[in-house]
């Protein structure tokens, strides 16, 4: 008779206030982040090989704070994911990552990743030397949803709120609940080891829309994509300025509805003329603006301008 596999949980590192160190004993602030190997994380909470339902296994793959993400950590993070994913050995990974940009790595690998398993990033907004730190409840959390059959997708978990990679954004500097899913609300909850669907399920994964950019990711060139903010007063010379440097995409944070300012409209227009794709999405944190008719930029679907912005780096990647 062949022996049943073991199947295990992989935590792949890349830094964040969950690795975060104080020189100051117990210190909420102040503190650096990536400081602390993931091994020595996972070796503190008891109970974890446990909620692994496995073996555990953990790697290294960067030791940054989250602020300071880039094209290198995200292209071997997505590739690692990927050869994770394709590990019959594996169940499902889990991600400790910077809670400042969480949420576009999320949405990053949800548009990368075949994940037909849990990837689950997880963070702390307090640094693993406070006198309360939440990252080891966050993490045994995580490794909880990662070892759930039911789960899979890319997925986040932070004080015990399981939210998914389109909707999740960082709302609140400090609170250590410092995550929401706007409108739509969270996918669920870990509560005392345990997952609970906010709809009675677990979500479906979707089919990557750029996974075949993946083998590739490491040599093609990322796009130049920029964030430019529709605000009061603004006179568009920054759409005309970024034009001249070569960008390839602009999104625009626009107001409510996708409404613009008229001198940044007519910058933005320019900036078609000379070949530049424009996306539009709402500066609102909330909600979702109706798509645009009539225009020569197409809205952002719903997404936030960070995330608008991966994917529109993706598309004029994938493009002839
Ligand atoms: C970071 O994003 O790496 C630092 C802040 C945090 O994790 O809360």
């Not at 576009?104 to 994940?115: K, N, V």
């Not at 007063?233 to 440097?245: I, P, S």
């Not at 001198?263 to 603006?289: F, H, N, Q, T, Y």
């Amino acid at each position: 008779m062949q022996a049943k596999m073991e199947r295990k949980i992989v935590v792949l590192g890349t830094g964040g206030t969950i690795a975060g160190a104080s020189s100051v004993a117990g210190a909420n602030v102040g503190y650096t982040a990536g400081q602390i190997g993931v091994d020595a994380l996972l070796a503190a909470i008891p109970g974890l090989r446990q909620a692994a339902g496995g073996a555990l296994a953990a790697e290294q793959l960067a030791q940054i704070d989250s602020k300071d993400m880039g094209f290198e950590v995200w292209t071997r993070l997505a590739q690692r994911c990927a050869s994770h994913l394709a590990d019959a050995s594996v169940a499902g990974i889990v991600i400790t990552h910077g809670t400042d940009t969480l949420e576009e790595t999320a949405w990053l690998l949800h548009q990368l990743l075949d994940a037909s398993k849990p990837v689950v990033l997880t963070c702390a907004m307090r640094p693993a030397t406070a006198l309360a730190p939440d990252g080891p409840q966050n993490l045994l959390d995580a490794v909880t949803l990662a070892a759930e059959r039911a789960a899979r997708g890319v997925l986040m978990v932070s004080a015990g709120v399981v939210h998914g990679a389109r909707e999740v954004s960082k709302v609140h500097p400090l609170r250590l609940d410092a995550f929401a899913s706007g409108d739509g609300g969270p996918l669920g909850w870990v509560e005392a080891g345990r997952v609970r669907w906010a709809h009675g399920c677990a979500p479906v994964s979707a089919t990557p829309a750029y996974g075949v950019l993946l083998p590739a990711l490491g040599v093609v060139h990322w796009p130049r994509v920029e964030i430019v903010l529709s605000h009061a007063g603004t006179d568009g010379a920054l759409v005309d300025w970024l034009v001249e440097k070569g960008v390839d995409g602009i999104v625009v944070a626009a107001s409510g509805n996708g409404t613009l300012h008229q001198a940044l409209e007519a910058a933005l227009a320019r900036a078609v003329d000379a070949g530049v794709a424009v996306r539009v999405a709402s500066r609102c944190p909330e909600g979702r603006m109706l798509d645009l008719h009539d225009m020569p930029w197409q809205s952002a679907k719903g997404l936030s301008p960070v995330k608008a912005r991966i994917s529109l780096m993706l598309e004029l990647m994938q493009a002839p």
